[in-house]
């Protein structure tokens, strides 16, 4: 597994919304003041992967804008910038996937998107993700191969990599990322900042280029746990157009009442990976510090994984790409357009056996949530260097998808909080999951555990 | 279309379970003589189609046995005779599904079958249906073709097609059905009987041997409305062992406030049968009359049954039948054998398509729901004989699940409630529809109406 990075390595955020709107009010800084210096800030951190496009201009042009507008400072977002993965669509900038052969320019902004513009917000550019979103680990792109900002050559994790790593550079408070299979939840663990996959369907997908139509999510990448609160409100709304669109009916969480599950330790696996192991357990005490615990089973959310990495939901990325893979194009990556192409070997017949199943699955995770409100498990159960997962590139990702492969399957709402770092310096993770529409007690618990739980450096043995 | 049949054919139901089990409390009869007149009734009307087994002896053991149960007289459905259809594991019968090379011995009784027995009911034996209940016709069988109880030569419908004749002809009471694209409610249409299918998932499905396992519902076929809440509640409850099992929260329903929409007429079609179009505008004169009426459209409910006839779900019957039917069989019936083997030509691509397309008409659908309680509409568009059906028994099938086939895709529940018949005396039905778990709404509603319309005769124009 991975080799021990400097010990000082881990991210390093910029100021969270809040602080941003504050200065803004307080005139120590204008909305164009603050996106230059971002600027200069991406600028110096060159071609590392993050960004597949900034414009600079566009940014500036619409920090100055805002400022001219009157009222625009009492906007939500107002002067806040923020970057968007690469698979959805936002007006001025092509949509690539990672793959420019396929690039096109979008004609509307996705819904979701343009709420945070509406509110003031400003994007400066599409971030860097595995290929059709079609990987967890962050080297599937033909552009730069980022990497994890705590460095030691590890991955960044994907397939929302960009969105990660502008958050964890402190270049954005916020970016949008999409989560299907843990595209949203596995970077921003390996990069030491909260990832948050909503329930499917209380933000928009419209706009989004599909990876699975029938799972993804559009989600968010943050450092301050406030922020995802600020601008999740933002964006969720039933879209019509968005035909697994549903209300977010708000719960009233009575934070001392929770639950958390804790699966046993011996149902979960770190892959040989001592260091993580020990870096869960530290975490797993806080959890039980803070919270009501109860013990379940992890074996229904693992088989449910397991349906998804083996199963037939790999056709529809087919659907999706499978007409532009049937022309050969030199800037596909090879590991991603041999995934997608297998999407061929299913039948019908495949799907519905592995529905069944799957309904057998949610049925019995439905009864494990009826005495627990949350379960907490890790993101990652280890970590990979970049020449690790180029060795080995499906092996490595099923890996880091161990525990989120199964999230959207069964309807669930997920938040991967920073837990601190292993004692070789590497991330560790926290996963909040909760069936779906309880995203008020998922986030209730995220934020708590955000709160103390450190991000670039070991939990101590005492706590 | 069909000839006119004689006009004083159609259903002749027995007693009702509320006048059988208020004969027997006062005396005037007991379970055992009922069930000898029942066999008697059975044996006379000759091997017409309507059973594949009755064990007479068995009947009449159980009867002596709960006349001899000090306190069975107080079971809710105390020495009520009834039938179950043979796709529907009950001990003591082979299940056959109509393909006795298929058939097997069930070790154990359907749960919602046993919930019947444990409250007093009497199986008498095992109902005739299309094989595989695959069909809406009830021509695919290779035991006697049953015909409508209307004459005429007209077909019964199907698959459920034993149950509805034995309520229709007053051998039983009730039956057991089940509905996967509306193998419930044709036949009931076709026999002046009521047919209900329940929202899915508030019956057990355990112990049926599956069609399309993600569609299938076991139903109901009965004379008197008023046993239909009687049997339904007995019959439902959650059960573990369905992944597709949901609690039945009932409703307060206000029945004078509840909304019915009426597609637009034209939006309807009878396939060219003026007088099945005429009886049913009679029949929806009575529907305006007696609730508050809103015009809605049919368009994505007519999509949706046209996704399911074009489209990949036939599949699911392969998962099932695919193993038994790769080997020949002497009686499986050609048309079913061609059509479930068809269900090979779908890819995996297939499935998420329609999947996809079909979400979308659920979210229309939903939207059309937030501005009616229920949809009325025609079960069948017209009638055929079985010289025709055989003559084309893929096209005419199509036809007569035109209304039917969208209802479980959709995940709506619906009653089937005789509405007279055309002027040349063959049946109409009417068919009350709406979104799931709104069963409650579905009863009220078809339980009025079943009070206003005839069920041999024409409706009168005046009314």
Known sequence: MAEAPPATAGPTPGPAVHELLAAYRNGSLTPGAHVRRVLDLVAAHGDDGTWISVDAEAALARAAELEATPGAADLPLYGVPFGVKDSIDVVGWPTTLACPSYAYEPRETAPAVQRLLDAGAICLGKTNLDQFATGLNGTRTPYTVPRSVFGGDLVSGGSSSGSARAVALGEVPFAVATDTAGSGRVPAALNGVLGYKPSRGLVSTVGLVPACRSLDCLSLVVADPADLRTVLDLMVGVDERDAWSRPYARLDVDEHALVVGLPDEDGLTFFGDEATADAHTRARAVVAGLFRTTATSLAPFLAAGELLYSGPWVAERLVEFGDFLSVAHDDVVP??????RGGARFAATDVFRAQYRLAELK???GRLFASMDVLVLPTIGTT???PEVLADPVGTNTVLGHYTH???LLDLCAAAVPAGTTADGRPASLMV???A?????VLAVATRLAAHLPTSAP?????
Chains 1, 2 share one sequence.
């Not at 529409?437 to 007690?441: G, P, Q, T, V």
């Not at 939990?459 to 706590?463: H, P, Q, V």
Request: proline share 4%; aromatic share 8%.
């Open 335 to 340: 590991v991603v357009g041999d995934i997608i």
């Open 363 to 365: 049925a019995e995770v």
């Open 384 to 386: 990979f260097t970049v």
């Open 406 to 408: 199964f999230g959207n």
């Open 433 to 435: 999951l909760g069936p």
């Open 437 to 441: 529409l309880s995203d008020d007690a």
């Open 459 to 463: 939990i101590e043995e005492s706590r």
